[in-house]
Structure formats: structure tokens, C-alpha cells
């Protein structure tokens, strides 16, 4: 999932009775897209855990994406690509977002990263660089595709703070438009007070820098060279957060510096029921809500407000936006 590895199995591990209220949760959340949304009308799994479980090919994308002929509108005049977490990959990361967007008539593409395969389980574990450098040759397919003179980026957990490094140093300056991250962690985790914990010890959680785990611990080198220039003026940033993130702690450090091209945005400001931990928020209804409002400004949706819980979701029919 999308966190560093050595948190990934315990994670998972779930008791009997809660993997089964998931499960079904799953099944009650997966809804029809709204009426007025184009021609596709895919379903939408709100349940991370339930979706990543059931859906664990990783060289399938999401439902939604990766139409190689799918015709860029007025409304939409930039393709969207979806950027997954570390240990995770594009199907299991975007079983939300991906029809959200697609049914909104947005020409959606996802992509695999620093895998130790293309065709591994587990992606985004490799030294982030490297993967940044995937993400820009991605995008140069995803723009002779479709002719667009920019792409929108949405990233979770590291797929929200990676895309700055090819923003910042390899080109992304003036290919990417709109940039919305989702849980990302853009000044790295304390993984809740683990790095200071082992620092007492006299242990660095740092010491194998070529790898996306490390990297992404508070104070790494990778992230003080990332943060000079923590954005560009011709990129608009929106981060969306919440306030029950274990993973990225504490979890203002999602957030950019303020400026006049970053939005931040954490969820209960908005809802005050969603409970969204760090995994959930690649699915949590309220942040696709928000999505498509970073997205589209012009045309905004309404966010619903319901209660969304940790590794299970909304507890409650979705309405459509």
C-alpha cells in the first residue's frame, strides 16, 4: 500500500469481523456514476482496502483509464494521469479515482513505477529520481496521444510528492497544469515519532537512500534537495489531507508553504465525520469531491459529508457528485 514497505504486511493484517464489515462495505459503496456525467458510467469502490484486495493485477489499469483514443473536450482540455503510493500500483490505487474521473469525461491515463518489475505487485519502491524519470516519459506518451499542450497530475502518498521532483528538475515546470496530491508527504514522516525513536538509539532510518522508504523519512537529503524550491509559478498545487493520517506524521506535513498557486486542504475543515486515515484517502469521497473541484473549478461538484472510517470507508450510501 501505499506506504514505505516495513509498514506494509502488519498493516494489512486485519481481524476477521473487520475485513468482513470491509468487505461488505465495499459491496454497499460501489455506485453508479451520476446521470449528468458523459457517456461512461463506471463503478466507483470508496473502500481502498476492499478494492486493492480484490483487484491485484498490476498491469491492469484502473476502470477508466488508459483509453488510448479517448477525445479531449473543451471542459477537459487536459488529459489526467494518476500516480500511485509506494507498494502500491495503478490498479489498486485508483479504483476510486479513476472512474470518478472518467465518468466525468476526463481522458484518464495510469502507470506503474519503480517496481522491481514492471509486472511486480508492489511498486513505488524504488529511488524516487528514477521514478520521476518514469513519470516524465510516461507523460510525453500520454501527450503525443492525445495532442494536449498540458497534463493533470493526481498522486497519493508518495505519487503526491514524487511528481515534484520532475516538476522541480526534469522538465514537468511546463507539462504539468494542475498537480492534486492526496495524503502526500511532502516533507516527509516522523512515521509517528518511529525516526526520533530510533535516533535515540543511535539508528538512522535514512541509511539506504536509493530507496523510496527511506527517501521519504523527515530530514532526508532527497527531501531538503526537493524543498529549495518547494513549487514552481506555473503549476497550481492542491494537497488534500487529513487530520487521522498514521502514516505521514505529523500530517501538516503534507502541506506546502502557502503561495498564491497552492491550495491546502484538510478534510474535516470540510467534513467533519471523515475519518480517512492515510489509505483511505486514495478513495475517501470527500477528497474525490475535492479532486474534481481543483480540477474544474468552473464547474464545482457538491462534496457530500458522511462518515468515512479507517480501512473500511464510508459507512453510508455515497451520494452523486
Not at 508518495?158 to 528538475?169: L, Q, S, V, W
Request: overall charge negative; some cysteine.
Amino acid at each position: 500500500m501505499p506506504f514505505p514497505r516495513f509498514l506494509k504486511r502488519p498493516r494489512l493484517v486485519l481481524p476477521t469481523a473487520l475485513a468482513t464489515l470491509a468487505v461488505t462495505t465495499a459491496l454497499a459503496s460501489v455506485l453508479a456514476a451520476p446521470a449528468h456525467a458523459a457517456t461512461t458510467d463506471l463503478p466507483v469502490n470508496y473502500d481502498f482496502i476492499a478494492g486493492a484486495v480484490t483487484n491485484t493485477s498490476p498491469t491492469i489499469p484502473p476502470p477508466g483509464a488508459n483509453n488510448w483514443s479517448c477525445q479531449l473536450t473543451a471542459a477537459h482540455p487536459y488529459p489526467v494521469i494518476l500516480v500511485h503510493g509506494t507498494d502500491a500500483n495503478m490498479d489498486d490505487n485508483w479504483q476510486a479515482a479513476s472512474p470518478v474521473l472518467a465518468n466525468h469525461g476526463y481522458c484518464v491515463y495510469a502507470f506503474n513505477y519503480g517496481g522491481d518489475t514492471p509486472t511486480s505487485l508492489t511498486q513505488g519502491t524504488g529511488e524516487i529520481g528514477a521514478s520521476a524519470a518514469q513519470l516524465a516519459t510516461f507523460v510525453n506518451q500520454v501527450l503525443t496521444a492525445t495532442g494536449a499542450a498540458k497534463v493533470d497530475l493526481v498522486g497519493h502518498s508518495e505519487g503526491g510528492m514524487m511528481p515534484r521532483y520532475y516538476i522541480n528538475f526534469l522538465g514537468g515546470a511546463s507539462t504539468v497544469h494542475d498537480f492534486v496530491a492526496l495524503a502526500p508527504d511532502n516533507y516527509g514522516t516522523t512515521l509517528d515519532g518511529l525516526t526520533l525513536l530510533a535516533s535515540e538509539f543511535g539508528v538512522s532510518l535514512d541509511s539506504t537512500p536509493e530507496t523510496a522508504g527511506s527517501e521519504q523519512i523527515a530530514g532526508s537529503a532527497f527531501l531538503a534537495h526537493l524543498n529549495v524550491n518547494p513549487t514552481v509559478p506555473s503549476v497550481h498545487y492542491t494537497d488534500i489531507e487529513s487530520k487521522d493520517d498514521e502514516i505521514v506524521t505529523p500530517y501538516t506535513s503534507s502541506f506546502l508553504p502557502a503561495a498564491p498557486n497552492v491550495t491546502n486542504i484538510t478534510v474535516q475543515d470540510v467534513c467533519a465525520q471523515d475519518e480517512s486515515d492515510h489509505i483511505e484517502m486514495g478513495a475517501d469521497p470527500v477528497a474525490m469531491a475535492l479532486m474534481l473541484n481543483a480540477l474544474d473549478p468552473a464547474a464545482p461538484v457538491k462534496v457530500p459529508c458522511l462518515l468515512v472510517l479507517p480501512l473500511i470507508g464510508p459507512l453510508s450510501a455515497v451520494p452523486s457528485f
